[in-house]
């Protein structure tokens, strides 16, 4: 009985083991500050897109180095263990997508210089600095604590109209300098609005939007000051000219009214 | 990307001299130069303009202007990789020395445009790297579709990091800013066909030398091929400059060696000119009306930091961008000098192997 107690603990242990996904970044590499260094590690492997990453050691080079390309991890958390900034910097090209939430737990305002994308709707609590592209796709991020968009390009996509990125929260996010892009496979349908913040995106530029279909456009007169994107049918000449004929007929009848 | 071309009105080995920067490949092969053949097709230079940065800036170039020839040769005979030829023309192992590349471009012939790194060589004889350096073999002697006698090859001097990006001498300065990690330096990506990823590396200012990020090893001598895509990534606040690159225009179409079974190969236009995706017309491309199953074209975008991808339909022959199904690409402009992601659905096996499009050009 009591061996069967103890192969039982020692199956749970292995499945405990098993379910581990946490990894903290220990900062053992010797000043290494690469993010496929094994020795960063607290599992000794490199975090992949099931793993939720911890940051629990402060990076003594000043920064975390990805050089893993595409790179995918389920959340990303600062914890309080932390004694100061840093940023996460790339090597060629490299990228950065969280499936969950980032957590800034450290008190200090934390950077990405390098694009990251968001791979699920998660909270992003700050204080944090995406100082390059952010690629936030069809997902719903809700900020808070803080959020600074530095970068270039500020991304959304559109599916349809329950379906696109937008922002909610109600920390405090500047998007100053950014240019804001929607893209995605929409192809518009009259009457759709979308409302991409619950706040506004005062001091960005509208870039880029998605094609629509012939006979619809975009109304684009409140994006900035608060979030909004409308699409409306664009009248046909045939209206036009019905338009202008009502008006020389109005026109034609009032000035015989004025001349009786 | 600017171009500008022109005839060789005087001596297109000054040319060569200044892209290659040979100066090393002279003391060691004196022979070439009684060797010289003079070219007659327009050498000229392009010139890629980086802005200055404000942020992290990942830029995608590839270099279609090669060298001129230092032989122009008849194919005596041949074998799968070897390419023999009358009398003893070459120094014996001069071809193949590290540090200074030099590849064989087929002109002439069923393989015609096809270009290859010579690996080793004896007075009469070249062997080929005839992987192209990808995972697969293209026999030079693939049944239907060989090299043949009396094709003509022309010996080109290939590239390298430093040659191209500079080693930080007087003679050769660093083209962008070195550092003593990869994270603080500006970094260049060189595609491997054969990992199917682009391996990084940057002027270690320790080191005074090109090295990965993994190991200290010096790496100067890394080769460029004519068919590589470049990934540049600048840190930011860097001041904008200008990489200026001379060579001889491609006369005829260059074939570019892909693997097929819907692998991604970064390669370049290949052609010195801005080229519309209408004028890309390359050989055994799959259209279709879903890119899931057309042979696809992958244009990088800056502002998404990812691969924009199209293809070509079936029904009308458009160019569609995935994910957006309204807009008409057709007309779209690749400016010279680009990089792009080709992806064929097929296996590929022969010529099948390689792209080209026609010269959208005449000369």
């Known amino acids: ?260 | 990307m600017r171009a500008c071309f022109k005839s060789p009105s005087s001596s297109p080995l000054t040319v060569w001299l200044k892209r290659a920067g040979v100066s090393a490949v002279l003391a060691a092969m004196p022979l070439f130069l009684n060797a010289q053949s003079v070219t007659t097709v327009p050498v000229g230079a392009m010139t890629y303009t980086f802005p200055a940065t404000t942020q992290v800036t990942t830029t995608y170039i590839s270099i279609p202007l090669t060298n001129p020839a230092v032989y122009t040769l008849p194919v005596a005979s041949l074998t799968a990789n070897t390419i023999t030829f009358s009398g003893t023309p070459f120094p014996a192992g001069g071809l193949a020395q590290t540090g200074s590349p030099f590849f064989a471009r087929i002109a002439t012939g069923a393989q015609a445009g096809r270009t290859i790194l010579i690996t080793a060589n004896t007075s009469s004889t070249i062997t080929v790297d005839s992987t192209d350096h990808s995972s697969q073999t293209t026999a030079l002697n693939t049944s239907g579709w060989t090299v043949a006698a009396g094709d003509r090859i022309e010996v080109i001097v290939g590239d390298t990091l430093a040659s191209i990006f500079g080693d930080g001498s007087v003679n050769n300065p660093l083209k962008f800013v070195g550092g003593t990690s990869i994270f603080t330096a500006d970094a260049v990506g060189i595609y491997n066909k054969i990992t199917a990823k682009f391996d990084a590396y940057y002027f270690n200012t320790t080191n005074n030398y090109w090295r990965v990020n993994t190991s200290a090893s010096n790496l100067n001598n890394i080769v460029i091929y004519p068919e590589n895509s470049i990934q540049i990534s600048q840190k930011s606040g860097r001041s904008g400059l200008a990489l200026v690159v001379i060579g001889e225009v491609p006369v005829s179409a260059p074939l570019t060696k892909i693997t097929g079974s819907a692998a991604t190969i970064y390669s370049g236009t290949r052609f010195p000119v801005d080229v519309k995706f209408s004028q890309l017309l390359f050989n055994n491309w799959t259209k279709a009306n879903s890119v899931f199953t057309a042979d696809t074209l992958g244009v990088y975008n800056p502002t998404t930091a990812k691969l924009d991808v199209f293809y070509q339909r079936l029904d009308n022959g458009q160019w569609r961008k995935s994910g957006d199904n309204v807009t008409d690409y057709t007309n779209y402009v690749l400016p010279a000098g680009s990089a792009v992601a080709i992806a064929r659905r097929s296996a590929v096996s022969g010529s099948s192997s390689f792209v080209s499009a026609p010269v959208p050009y005449s000369l």
Do not use: C
């Open chain 1, 1 to 260: 009985m009591r061996i069967l107690f103890y192969f039982s603990l020692m199956l749970s242990f292995a499945i405990s083991l098993t379910a581990q996904t946490t990894n903290l970044w220990t900062d053992g590499g010797g000043g290494d500050p690469s993010w496929s260094n094994t020795a960063n590690w607290s599992l000794n492997n490199v975090p992949g897109s099931s793993t939720d990453v911890q940051i629990a050691v402060q990076p003594s080079a000043g920064l975390i180095g990805i050089d893993t390309g595409a790179t995918i991890i389920k959340s990303l958390t600062f914890n309080n263990t932390l004694t100061g900034s840093f940023s996460f910097e790339l090597a060629l090209g490299d990228t950065l997508q969280i499936n969950g939430a980032i957590t800034n737990n450290s008190g200090f305002n934390q950077s990405f210089n390098l694009p990251v994308n968001a791979g699920a709707s998660a909270t992003w609590l700050g204080p944090l600095t995406y100082s390059n592209i952010v690629n936030v796709g069809t997902n719903t991020i809700t900020l808070s604590g803080g959020s600074a968009f530095a970068g270039s390009d500020l991304n959304f996509d559109i599916t349809n109209v329950s379906t696109y990125g937008h922002f909610l929260g109600s920390g405090t996010a500047t998007v100053t300098g950014v240019t804001i892009n929607i893209g995605g496979s929409y192809a518009g349908s009259s009457g759709d609005t979308f409302d991409f913040t619950t706040g506004n995106f005062s001091g960005a530029t509208l870039g880029s939007l998605p094609t629509l279909s012939g006979g619809l456009a975009w109304n684009t007169s409140s994006f900035l000051s608060s979030g909004l994107l409308s699409v409306a049918a664009i009248p046909e000449p045939s209206a036009y000219a019905a338009l202008f004929g009502t008006a020389v007929i109005g026109f034609g009848v009032w000035r015989r009214r004025r001349k009786a």
